[in-house]
Every structure is written in C-alpha cells, then in structure tokens.
C-alpha cells in the first residue's frame, strides 16, 4: 500500500497491469521495475519517482520468491488449511466439507495431510501468485492455522 | 477409492486413506497426528504380541491356554469382580463384557463414568438436544467450547464445525460465530476472528458466571458494572446476545467442566442455563456436545441401555442386574471389590493415588495391548489386536453417532480381537459351571 501512494493511480494500463494497484504488488515482489510504469518518468510525477526509488532501494530487481513454510515441529495435522484454502475448494470440493481430499491429489491442489502431517504439494496454483486483484492477497492458511505453523514469506 | 475409519480419538473420521499390503501400513493419508499415531501403534515398541503372567514378581510369556487359565482361576476365586474400561473397544465387546459381567456377578463400568456419563443423562431430562456433527457443519452458527481445548485434543474437531461449508452454511467461517471461555489462552483462541468471543475467565469462576446469566437470563440491562467472573460487562452483554441470537448454536463441554465440585454441580447449572435461554428463545436453540477421549466412549452407555434398560454402571448378583448407588469411585473406595478386570485402558496412571493404590492391591487381569503403567503390577496379560486397525467393529462417535470401524491389515500374531477373547473366557467360565 505504500508503494501504491507513490503511482499515478490511473489505471492507464500501459505498464501491461490492469490496475495501478497490481502494478504495486508486483513492484513489492520485485516482478517489475519503477521504470516499467511510463506515466512515472513524466516529469509531473518527478517526486513520485525519486520517493518510490528511495523506497525500494536496493531490493529493486531482485526477483522475490514466494515460499509457503510449515513448520513439521508444530502441525499437528488438523486439516484446517486444507479445508480452507480457496484453491484447494476449487478443484477439491469435497475438502470444503471438511474432508480430506482424495490420494494421488488433483493437480491443483495446495496441501494434503500426510502422515499426520499437513504438506505444501506445489506452490505455482497458489492465489498469490496465480489470481489478480484482491485475491492476490490471500492469506487464510496463515491466519488460520492454530498452531502458527504456516507461514508465507518472501525470500 | 476406499477409506477407513480412524480410532485415534472420539471423532472417528470416516475419510482416512490408507495404503497397505494387508500386512503392513505404508502411508495415512487424512488423519491428524493423533490418528498417525494410532496406526504406528501397530508396530510399537511396547506392543505386547503374546500373553503374560506375573511368576515370581515378573512377567513371563506363557501359552494362551495357561494364559486364560490362570485368568479363569483369579475370577472364580473372587465373589466381587470389578470390570473397568471398554472405552477403547468395539460395542461388540462391550456387549460380551456385560455378559461375562452377569456371569460372573460382577460390577461393570466404563471410563465415561468418571468423565461425561452424567452429562448425559442430566441433558436427557431437562430435554437438551444432543447435536451431530453434520448438523453444526449445515445449520451451526454458534459454536461455544466450554473449558473445551479441541485444537489439541480433538485436533480436527475444529476444522470439521468451524471452517468446513455446508449446505446452509456456504461461507464456512465467516457465518459461525465462535465464544469460547477459559481460564488459560489455549491453542484454541488462535482461530479467533474479529467477531468472535475470547472469554477468560478466572479460575473455578465459572460457577459465578453461569449463575449470574441465571438471574439474568437474556435481560442485558442489569449487568454488574464490574463484570463477572474477571468478565468485562460488555463481554457479558455480547456473550448474552449470542446465547439468545442464535439459531443453531452448540456448546461443546469439555474435561475442564467435568472436574466435581464438593459444593455444587457445575455442569448441572450450566445445563439448566442452556434449558432457561431454549425456553425463551423463539426461532432457535442451543443443544450439546461433548467431548470425550478414547474412541468408544459414548458407545458403552448405548449398549448397557439397550441390553438391560440402563445406562452406565452395571452391578449383578446372583446373574440378576441390581440397583446401585455405588459408583467406579466409591466402589474402589470402599475396596468393595475383590479382582478386576481392566479392558483397554490404563487406571494406574490415571486415577489419583488414593484409588490406583487400591487397585493395586487385588489381582488385575489386563486385556490390552499395550504395556501401560497397569501392566506392571497386572498378574495376567492378555493381549488382543488393535481395535479399528486389525479388528473391526462398531463404535460411537463423540455425538452418538454409531460408526463402523473396518479391519485393515492382519492382526500381529493372530492375536484375537477384545470380542473374540472376552467370549472365549465367557465360554470357559460357562463350562466350568457346568462341570
């Protein structure tokens, strides 16, 4: 959100991005750079530029991962971001009753408990990488986790 | 696919997958940590694969016949046996353990008796409902644990009524309202959202607020200022709001509850609550749950009612049922017992001192399959296949609910499962009656 304060807020679209707010979460990933947004190297939105600049420093360019850690020592298994996830509910439905999902998983599927155990089976399907807009900010494996097992982090 | 029963706790999820030749488990798929566990079970350390009598103050294996003999001799030589657990067995053995309880005049009881047994019949007669699980899932929309921690007890409990959608409950979550009231912050108030409750309540309070919602019953102006119970007003006001708001609500009791209490009766209290708000209540209710340990808790008090009219304890003499007013506690109290007969569950560790020492005393047959504290001082071992793995049968879940439980692989061994075993001494004592 504070880079989104920065842009022109136009919604000009000529980055390639719908919206100048998906242009700034793609910048806080670092999938873009300032400079890929034309209207910024304007000379009216001079300051915006440098402020965005200093901002984000040297992180820029770099491309950031997304990683889905969980943690072994504290899941307990109970299933809840299996149930949860909304990727998981779309392809699974019969997790958004609470049941676990059938074995071998569908190919879009998040997570599955095995072993007593929840695990992360592929990341590419995830919403924060796959959806645009607001779902793009999903974090309801995190949130929800009772034991505080899952994290998502950038690296 | 086919998907197997799960006896790690009381919640007996019907959705576990499970890979296997028929000798070995390979991978489960869908059971939490506590089921995982149960399945490793099979190839524990402290299995016990063969049958065991105390000689010279240590166990030794021995042949079933010599086994069962020597158990036999123990029961016929005591005029009062005492047969305690069936928690953590079929209803098809429960079945033959009362039997053998009639056989043999003994007092028969199960672990709900000192757990979640009177609940039961207390909620009956006031005429609270009893909820399933299915129903919480499609109609709930407020779910109250009470002295309840089932993120880590019943770990996928949780997940099962709070996160999963259901026919009227399309948004999950978002819908159901969760209250819970505790003295410590458990791993249960992680899952707490905005509009949900977080009550922590000072420790043996509960009697003071249950009380004060009593006289106050779903009037929300005359709140003490100061609050309850360490119970803010406002809490008091919101917590008020959703006993009378809700449509389908459920409370969930758990051990915390339980505990007795010399001076009053906690649970009875708080269930005479829930009968006051459902009386004036309109659209809704508020019915029950409870939340029990081992797999078959509930499953004991089904049989005993539907074979001689009555649920829970069991005491016969001269094989006719008689009324009692002992209970498992007063009767180990009192040492009015001469023997027992200890199915599937481990009294040593986990009654108080003061009772376990009397066990103790009296010779102990086990039927089990595990080493466990009361295996060490037991004088004949008999072990049996782990029911809902090598054994089938049929168990209640947590909400009464009966469900089958499927055989998976093939006991270690051969031993026999806890039916098979019970009726073979069942069969025994019959013949020697006869002789």
């Known amino acids: ?155 | 696919m086919k998907r197997f029963t799960c006896s790690g706790c009381s919640l007996l999820c019907d959705d576990i997958i499970v890979q296997s030749d028929g000798l070995f488990i390979s991978e489960v798929m869908g059971a939490c940590l506590k089921g995982k566990e149960r399945f490793d079970q099979v190839s524990a350390k402290n299995r016990i694969t063969s049958p065991l009598i105390r000689k010279d103050g240590e166990l030794k294996e021995v042949s079933w016949d010599e086994a069962t003999k020597k158990a036999i001799e123990i029961i016929k030589n005591s005029s009062i046996p005492l047969l305690y657990g069936f928690s953590n067995v079929s209803c098809e053995a429960q079945d033959v353990g009362i039997k053998l309880a009639q056989k043999i005049n003994g007092f028969i009881d199960s672990n709900a008796s000192i757990c979640q047994g009177k609940i039961l019949n207390k909620a009956k007669s006031l005429g609270i409902n009893l909820t399933t699980i299915t129903e919480i899932i499609n109609k709930g929309d407020l779910i109250i644990l009470w002295g309840a921690n089932p993120a880590e007890t019943v770990p996928r409990l949780l997940n099962k009524v709070l996160f999963s959608r259901g026919k009227f409950r399309m948004t999950g979550r978002e819908i159901k309202t969760l209250v819970i009231v505790d003295p410590i912050k458990t791993a249960s108030f992680r899952v707490m959202g905005v509009r949900d409750l977080p009550l922590i309540i000072e420790p043996n309070k509960d009697i003071d607020l249950i009380r004060m919602l009593k006289e106050e019953c779903c009037s929300v102006d005359s709140i003490p200022s100061q609050g309850v119970a360490g119970i803010d007003k406002n809490d008091l006001k919101r917590l008020l709001l959703h006993l009378t708001g809700a449509e389908n609500g459920v409370i969930i009791l758990g051990q915390g509850v339980i505990q007795p209490h010399p001076d009053y009766n906690l649970v009875e209290e708080l269930l005479e609550l829930l009968q006051m708000i459902n009386e004036r209540q309109e659209k809704g209710r508020i019915s029950l749950l409870l939340m029990g340990g081992h797999f078959n808790m509930a499953g004991f008090d089904h049989v005993a009612l539907s074979s001689f009219g009555v649920s829970g304890k069991l005491e016969f003499k001269h094989n006719q049922l008689i009324k009692t007013d002992d209970t498992l506690v007063s009767k180990i109290e009192k040492e009015n017992f001469d023997s027992s007969i200890i199915v599937g569950t481990d009294p040593i560790s986990h009654l108080p001192h003061s009772l376990s020492s009397k066990i103790a005393k009296k010779p102990l047959i086990l039927i089990d399959n595990h080493h466990t504290a009361t295996s060490h001082i037991a004088e004949v071992v008999l072990p049996t296949a782990i029911t809902g793995i090598e054994s089938g049968g049929l168990a209640y879940r947590l909400d009464q609910v009966p469900i089958e439980l499927n055989k998976i692989i093939n006991p270690s061994n051969n031993l026999p499962s806890d039916e098979e075993l019970l009726n073979q001494l069942y069969r025994l004592i019959n013949q020697g009656g006869s002789e």
């Open chain 1, 1 to 155: 959100m504070e880079l989104y304060k920065f842009l022109p807020k136009t919604n000009c679209k000529k980055c390639g991005k719908p919206t100048c707010m998906a242009f700034s979460l793609d910048l806080l990933q670092g999938k873009v750079k300032v400079d890929d947004c034309p209207p910024l190297l304007e000379p009216k939105y001079k300051k915006q530029y440098d402020a965005l600049k200093e901002l984000l420093g040297s992180e820029e360019g770099q491309q950031k991962e997304l990683k889905i850690n969980i943690d072994d020592k504290l899941c307990d298994g109970c299933g809840i971001c299996v149930t949860v996830c909304p990727v998981n509910a779309r392809y699974c439905p019969s997790s958004l009753s609470g049941k676990a999902p059938d074995y071998p998983p569908e190919k879009h599927q998040l997570f599955q408990v095995i072993g007593g155990k929840c695990e992360l089976l592929k990341i590419e399907y995830c919403r924060r990488l796959e959806a645009g807009g607001r779902e793009r900010e999903c974090r309801v494996c995190e949130t929800y986790c009772p034991r505080e097992a899952v994290k998502i982090e950038y690296v």
